[in-house]
């Protein structure tokens, strides 16, 4: 069953602007992962913030996590054209060998 | 890109036939995984492997079986095809078994009429 789930679905901003996307999952975790997916390509993974952890950055991402609310959100601040793409939350619930549980993603639009 | 390569990338058959997709990594990664992806449902798990000769079933291994004889290759295969399982499918694989990132194929249209 999905463990995450992105919100919103879909959303579409002006080149510039930051996006803000949230996922909420069901069950505690060890991590959660933010993935990038480009249209026909595989995912690539764009930052990992651990269960103990509150909040990362990696150049203009900022992703933050409240395990009370088991909720995280990722920032892409000063949107560029090239963001375009689906962003998938995944997390890892450190139990056993069966890897990443995917939420269904958000797809991003920016508008030039 | 990490070193994995999927093939084919794409392929259609027919309903009823078998289908071998393979997944091959040049990182010496322990754990490989088969994913499907669907329009509404995201990624979901078919199977992994935790080392040569050993794998386990994910969320939809219904009509799908898996074989590791190699730590480079990961085979997915399609008993009897049906068209619930035209999807896309990615591999992915990682080194360790948690608190890491996976990588991911480039995937496999696959299209079962």
């Known amino acids: 069953s999905q463990q995450g789930e992105e919100d919103p679905q879909a959303l579409s901003i002006q080149e510039g602007e930051n996006a803000t996307m949230n996922c909420s999952y069901k069950t505690s975790i060890n991590n959660l992962q933010w993935y990038r997916q480009n249209s026909g390509r595989g995912l690539v993974h764009l930052i990992l913030?651990?269960?103990?952890?509150r909040e990362k950055h990696s150049g203009r991402l900022r992703v933050t996590l409240d395990t009370s609310k088991k909720s995280s959100s990722l920032l892409i601040t000063a949107s560029r054209a090239a963001d375009t793409a689906s962003y998938f939350c995944?997390?890892?619930?450190?139990?056993?060998?069966?890897?990443?549980?995917f939420g269904k993603g958000t797809h991003l639009i920016i508008q030039p | 890109d990490a070193g994995i390569t999927q093939s084919p990338r794409h392929k259609v058959t027919e309903t009823g036939t078998p289908v071998t997709l393979r997944c091959h990594q040049t990182e010496n990664h322990r754990y490989m995984y088969w994913y499907r992806q669907d329009p509404g449902h995201g990624l979901r798990l078919i199977h992994y492997?935790?080392?040569?000769?050993?794998?386990d079933k994910g969320e939809v291994s219904d009509g799908y079986s898996v074989s590791r004889s190699k730590t480079e290759d990961f085979l997915l295969t399609l008993e009897s095809a049906t068209s619930s399982q035209t999807s896309v499918y990615f591999c992915?694989?990682?080194?360790?078994?948690?608190?890491?990132?996976?990588?991911f194929g480039q995937g496999t249209r696959l299209t079962v009429v």
């Open positions: 995944a997390t890892d619930s450190g139990g056993g060998a069966d890897g990443l549980t």
């Open positions: 992915a694989i990682s080194p360790r078994v948690a608190d890491t990132e996976a990588f």
């Open positions: 492997s935790y080392g040569v000769k050993d794998t």
């Open positions: 913030i651990r269960s103990n952890e």
